[in-house]
């Protein structure tokens, strides 16, 4: 299929794609065909197409472009939102990308320049979550005012749209949506008693929180 990678391993790959996606309607993070899912593989990068449901997607109907934006795979036509994923992909060193309209991420995009830390999970994403300045989506304004954002970051929010996250793996990216729409639902929570303010974590705070998540989890076994 390709000269990059091994025909099983794009197989794969899309499977993973579409089942992120599904995974994004059916907990409530996009509505219809809103949102888009990406994975990196070698020089392809996997995406869902424009407009196409996702409980609709096959074996068939794999899409892939290369890093310049040809399309490589498929007949359906690519995500609007493209020169969101491919920029990710050009500048960071992201293997998977999700992205969603999630509703409390993009509530707090329309009232914040940058999501308060109201939560330790917050060093996780590298810091407090900016929010990209509005722009037309399938821009490639859209697309450097997200890159800006995502500085020292693996997640932004987009004023008026949604959310960006991308990590090694599609697992690592949707973890990492799904905890940036939980934090954004504790800040509007807290928030909206008008006789109380939200207690904030210190930048020492986060700090102290990232090194502590390093060890989170089991530890590495070796083969």
């Not at 890093?67 to 795979?73: A, E």
């Not at 090694?168 to 008693?193: F, G, I, P």
């Not at 210190?202 to 083969?223: D, K, V």
Request: proline content about 7%; some cysteine; hydrophobic content about 40%.
């Amino acid at each position: 299929m390709t000269d990059h990678v091994e025909t099983h391993t794009i197989e794969q790959a899309w499977q993973d794609v579409v089942t992120t996606a599904r995974r994004t309607t059916a907990e409530g993070l996009v509505v219809g065909t809103s949102g888009n899912v990406s994975v990196r593989v070698g020089d392809l990068v996997l995406v869902t197409p424009s407009g196409v449901p996702y409980d609709r997607l096959g074996p068939d109907d794999t899409v892939a472009v290369d890093l310049d934006g040809h399309q490589v795979i498929g007949t359906l036509a690519p995500t609007s939102e493209l020169p969101l994923h491919l920029e990710v992909y050009r500048s960071t060193p992201a293997g998977a990308l999700v992205h969603t309209h999630a509703v409390h991420a993009t509530a707090v995009s329309t009232l914040v320049p940058e999501l308060p830390p109201v939560h330790y999970m917050t060093a996780a994403l590298g810091g407090p979550v900016r929010v990209a300045p509005y722009a037309l989506y399938g821009t490639p304004e859209l697309a450097r005012n997200m890159l800006t954002a995502l500085r020292d970051r693996t997640a932004c929010l987009l004023q008026n749209h949604g959310t960006v996250a991308y990590g090694a793996s599609l697992a690592q990216a949707y973890d990492r949506t799904a905890q940036l729409e939980w934090m954004c639902r504790v800040w509007l929570t807290a928030s909206s008693l008008p006789s109380l303010t939200p207690r904030l974590l210190s930048p020492e705070e986060l700090t102290a929180a990232a090194t502590q998540l390093h060890t989170y989890g089991q530890p590495t076994q070796n083969a």
